[in-house]
C-alpha cells in the first residue's frame, strides 16, 4: 500500500501527476471548434472563443493540483484577413448583428466546471478572477475521485495509472444595444487532461 509519508520523502515533498506527453489538452468532439476564416465567422463566434496557453500539474500525496491558463480570443477582420485576437475575459466587446446593429458585451462572472468523462459529475468549479494577465484557474482534487475504482486500487499497489480530465468554460454575460438588454449563461466548448498519477 502506498504511503503518503513515503511519497513525500521520495518526491521532496512534491512530485508531479505528469501530463501524458503524447495527448496532453484535447479539444472535446462536442461541436464547438472555433474557426475564423471568413466573415460568416465573425458573428459565429461573436461571444469570443477560448484557448488553454498553457497548464501544469503537481501531486503532493492523494491530492492533485491542477494549474491552468486561460485565454479568450475573438475573431476580427484585420488587412491581412482574418485572426483571432487575445482578450481579457472581463473587457467589455461588441459585435455587429446580421442587421448590422452594434451590441456590447459585459462579462458579469465566469468559470471553470471540471468533471470525469462519461460520468459527468461535477468535481470542481473554480471562479475566474478579474486581473489584466491570463485568467490562471488553480483546482484540487483528491486522487480516488479521478480514477475508477480498478484503476484506484492499481494506484494503492503502486502502479503508474493514466486518468482524464475534461471541464469547459462558463460565463455569465450581458447584452445591451439597441435597447436591448438581456443576461445570459454561455457555454463554451469542452477540453480534457490526460494525467499519469503515480
Not at 83 to 111: C, H, P, S, W
Amino acid at each position: 500500500m502506498r504511503s503518503i509519508i513515503l511519497t513525500s520523502i521520495l518526491c521532496s515533498g512534491i512530485c508531479q501527476a505528469m501530463p501524458v506527453p503524447s495527448k496532453g489538452v484535447v479539444k472535446l468532439s462536442d461541436g464547438a471548434k472555433a474557426n475564423c476564416n471568413s466573415k460568416k465567422d465573425l458573428y459565429r463566434n461573436k461571444l469570443q472563443a477560448y484557448r488553454i496557453k498553457n497548464y501544469s500539474s503537481q501531486q503532493n500525496g492523494d491530492n492533485i493540483e491542477i494549474t491552468l491558463n486561460i485565454q479568450m480570443v475573438q475573431c476580427s477582420e484585420t488587412d491581412k484577413g482574418f485572426a483571432f485576437k487575445d482578450q481579457n475575459i472581463f473587457d467589455l466587446f461588441t459585435y455587429k448583428t446580421y442587421r448590422n446593429l452594434e451590441m456590447e458585451v459585459r462579462t458579469k462572472g465566469a468559470n471553470i466546471l471540471f468533471y470525469q468523462d462519461g460520468v459527468y459529475k461535477k468535481l470542481s468549479q473554480v471562479n475566474i478572477i478579474d486581473n489584466q494577465d491570463l485568467s490562471k484557474i488553480t483546482a484540487s482534487f483528491n486522487v480516488k475521485d479521478l480514477l475508477t475504482k480498478q484503476k484506484y486500487e492499481q494506484y494503492q499497489n503502486g502502479e503508474n495509472v493514466i486518468t482524464s480530465l475534461d471541464f469547459s468554460l462558463k460565463r455569465l454575460i450581458e447584452i445591451s444595444g439597441n435597447d436591448f438588454n438581456g443576461i445570459y449563461d454561455q457555454n463554451y466548448g469542452g477540453f480534457r487532461i490526460f494525467l499519469e498519477i503515480k
